[in-house]
């Protein structure tokens, strides 16, 4: 070892000595043994799908889905095929590999047996078996953009520059896999989404063909969520739960049918808030900053206006309540 290599290697050793390093680790050890403990995974310490590797597949999956206007730009006709075969190809592989890590998580077993692996093999068998449907909606979601908004010039500007587009492309693959067994990848997939666009769609929520995001930022879509075709929403909507009943022990119930049906060619503006099981008549117009918690017929046209002057209806009071009855209620989307 050269002399130069020496002397940096000891002033690192200097340098962790002064911040005191060795501490630091041992007590961060002490903590995360700690929560292991508590989770009953002293041996057996979590090992997660990787957010980074879901990017790049995310990232590849796209490539192969619009291989012309998201592949490599030397691509041409006679190479088109090759590259979108070998980009699936890496991507598939990279995300078997993702989901076993996450079926062996949830197994709780501290060895992963051939039952997993043949079921994470399934998963993304079926998974890839979907790939030419989701690209079908998503030509449809990127018509709707192109047909709803007057700044748009082309298809193709649609879907490389808009964040809506870019959020329901992460949402119809996470979909997929949310049903087909893999709900964490899928979360976390979605979730790369939020943070690059600010739009918040879980994946277990069910969007039909032709959707459109305006704008986007501030969008929640919750989990229960049904949206129809043809629907177009604007910046802040929120799709949300109106309240969060528990059981006889106080521990939230999960999984009950919680969010907004949206019925087809319903159009949402800027800033509306739409909480709980209700039902949105098709073609209706929910104007910017409704605040809304009872079901509308189709063809309504619903304005703030109206909310601050209209009575409320009979059975939204019961509806309301029943809700101060059960001591239980909020705005949280998930």
Same mark, same amino acid.
């Given at each position: 070892m050269s002399q130069t290599k020496l002397q940096s290697r000891s002033k690192n050793s200097k340098k962790a000595q002064q911040l005191n390093i060795a501490q630091i680790v041992s007590e961060l050890r002490d903590v995360r043994l700690a929560s292991l403990d508590n989770r009953k995974r002293r041996d057996n310490p979590p090992k997660l799908p990787s957010r980074k590797s879901l990017i790049k597949i995310v990232e590849g999956l796209s490539a192969a889905l619009f291989p012309n206007r998201l592949g490599t730009p030397d691509i041409n006709d006679e190479g088109i095929d090759y590259f979108v075969g070998h980009t699936l190809d890496v991507a598939l592989r990279d995300l078997l590999a993702q989901v076993k890590l996450e079926l062996?998580?949830?197994s709780g077993l501290e060895v992963m047996t051939d039952k997993l692996r043949e079921k994470a093999v399934h998963i993304v068998q079926q998974f890839a078996h979907q790939l030419p449907a989701i690209r079908s909606l998503l030509d449809s979601d990127i018509r709707a =953009?192109?047909?709803?908004?007057?700044a748009a010039k082309t298809a193709d500007?649609?879907?490389?520059c808009y964040p809506g587009i870019q959020a329901i492309t992460h949402y119809r693959l996470a979909h997929v896999l949310f049903t087909l067994g893999a709900p964490l990848i899928a979360r976390i997939i979605s979730e790369i989404a939020h943070s690059d666009t600010g739009i918040d769609i879980?994946?277990?929520?069910?969007i039909g063909a032709s959707f459109f995001i305006d704008h986007g930022t501030g969008v929640v879509i919750g989990e229960t969520s049904i949206i129809g075709q043809h629907v177009r929403? #604007? *910046?802040a909507v929120t799709l949300g739960a109106k309240r969060f009943p528990t059981d006889e022990f106080g521990a939230l119930i999960k999984g009950n049918e919680r969010h907004p049906i949206v019925e087809d060619d319903v159009v949402i503006y800027a800033g $509306?808030?739409?909480?709980g099981r209700v039902v949105i008549g098709r073609g209706s %117009?929910?104007?910017?900053?409704v605040w809304l918690t009872r079901s509308v017929p189709a063809g309504s046209n619903i304005s703030q206006a109206q909310m601050l002057n209209s009575p409320l209806e009979p059975? #939204?009071? $019961? *509806? *309301?309540? =029943? %809700?101060?009855g059960s001591g239980s209620s909020g705005t949280i989307s998930h």
């Amino acid at each position: 070892m050269s002399q130069t290599k020496l002397q940096s290697r000891s002033k690192n050793s200097k340098k962790a000595q002064q911040l005191n390093i060795a501490q630091i680790v041992s007590e961060l050890r002490d903590v995360r043994l700690a929560s292991l403990d508590n989770r009953k995974r002293r041996d057996n310490p979590p090992k997660l799908p990787s957010r980074k590797s879901l990017i790049k597949i995310v990232e590849g999956l796209s490539a192969a889905l619009f291989p012309n206007r998201l592949g490599t730009p030397d691509i041409n006709d006679e190479g088109i095929d090759y590259f979108v075969g070998h980009t699936l190809d890496v991507a598939l592989r990279d995300l078997l590999a993702q989901v076993k890590l996450e079926l062996h998580f949830s197994s709780g077993l501290e060895v992963m047996t051939d039952k997993l692996r043949e079921k994470a093999v399934h998963i993304v068998q079926q998974f890839a078996h979907q790939l030419p449907a989701i690209r079908s909606l998503l030509d449809s979601d990127i018509r709707a =953009a192109f047909e709803g908004d007057p700044a748009a010039k082309t298809a193709d500007e649609v879907l490389v520059c808009y964040p809506g587009i870019q959020a329901i492309t992460h949402y119809r693959l996470a979909h997929v896999l949310f049903t087909l067994g893999a709900p964490l990848i899928a979360r976390i997939i979605s979730e790369i989404a939020h943070s690059d666009t600010g739009i918040d769609i879980h994946p277990g929520a069910k969007i039909g063909a032709s959707f459109f995001i305006d704008h986007g930022t501030g969008v929640v879509i919750g989990e229960t969520s049904i949206i129809g075709q043809h629907v177009r929403l #604007y *910046q802040a909507v929120t799709l949300g739960a109106k309240r969060f009943p528990t059981d006889e022990f106080g521990a939230l119930i999960k999984g009950n049918e919680r969010h907004p049906i949206v019925e087809d060619d319903v159009v949402i503006y800027a800033g $509306a808030t739409i909480l709980g099981r209700v039902v949105i008549g098709r073609g209706s %117009v929910i104007g910017g900053n409704v605040w809304l918690t009872r079901s509308v017929p189709a063809g309504s046209n619903i304005s703030q206006a109206q909310m601050l002057n209209s009575p409320l209806e009979p059975v #939204y009071l $019961a *509806q *309301q309540d =029943a %809700v101060k009855g059960s001591g239980s209620s909020g705005t949280i989307s998930h």
